[in-house]
């Protein structure tokens, strides 16, 4: 609610002094919610930086069989289990007819050797465990959990992305106010995604991504400057 942001008692919502914001995207956000712009910086996105080298490989055509599908699974168990078992079920009928390899990756933070003994996928698939800079060029459909920013490195690359919807939770995915992307929520939405993948349309700035950290590099020889005025330190 911008009455937030707005309200100054007593018992007013503490703000920080500076929000951090690593792309165009989250400005625009940060604005239409009608956060205080004089506290919101530009910084470059750390984790994404590596995206800044990528040469664009991946925006390819998509083939209209054979294809290699990875599955990036989140840091909630629940969604996880949703998601393993919208596998298995589509599986059941021909949904991955289109799809000649299937890879999982896990997420860092939860592993899912017992979920996959628990929902036993009946049909060929990969556990990936190299970062996702070395597989993005063999990679073309993308089904990420809610939980995980996968979703927006594929997105970025031009690579079709299929995404869980919230499960037992709210739906704070980046993408939630964008047309074009429909939220898996059930078999049959999850079914015709595959059959027809669609990549989402994103700015080139979605993530700021300057190698030489500008923004990052102003912040801190500010803040040191600050520092060192408030001790008297040279």
């Known amino acids: ?9 007593e ?3 503490p703000l920080p002094n500076r929000l951090l914001v690593n792309g165009s995207m989250g400005i625009k956000q940060v ?6 712009m004089d506290r919101v910086l530009p910084v470059e996105a750390l984790r994404y930086l590596y995206l800044a080298k ?3 490989s991946e925006r390819r055509e998509i083939n209209e069989s054979n294809r290699t599908l990875l599955v990036t699974t989140g840091s909630l168990l629940e969604e996880n289990k949703a998601q393993l078992r919208f596998l298995s079920e589509v599986a059941t009928v021909n949904g991955l007819k289109k799809y000649g390899k299937i890879v999982i990756k896990a997420h860092p933070g939860l592993d899912i050797k ?3 003994n628990e929902i036993r996928l009946e049909f060929s698939y990969t556990i990936e ?6 597989i993005w060029s063999d990679i073309d459909v993308v089904f990420a959990a809610n939980s995980t920013g996968v979703s927006l490195e594929a997105a970025w690359l031009g690579i079709p992305v299929i995404i869980m919807g919230a499960v037992d939770a709210m739906n704070n995915h980046p993408f939630f106010d964008i047309p074009e992307v429909k939220f898996v929520g059930d078999r049959k939405s999850f079914k015709e995604q595959l059959e027809n993948p669609q990549r989402v349309l994103i700015p080139e700035d979605f993530f700021f991504l300057d190698e030489g950290l500008i923004y990052w590099r102003r912040l801190l020889e500010e803040s040191l400057m600050r520092s060192c005025g408030e ?3 040279p």
Request: proline fraction near 6%.
């Open 114 to 116: 017992e979920l996959l």
């Open 1 to 9: 609610d911008p009455r937030v942001f707005a309200d100054r008692g």
């Open 11 to 13: 018992d007013s919502c």
């Open 231 to 233: 001790t008297d330190q």
């Open 129 to 134: 465990q190299r970062h996702l800079s070395e």
């Open 54 to 56: 990528v040469d664009g």
């Open 31 to 36: 604005r239409e919610a009608s956060y205080p």
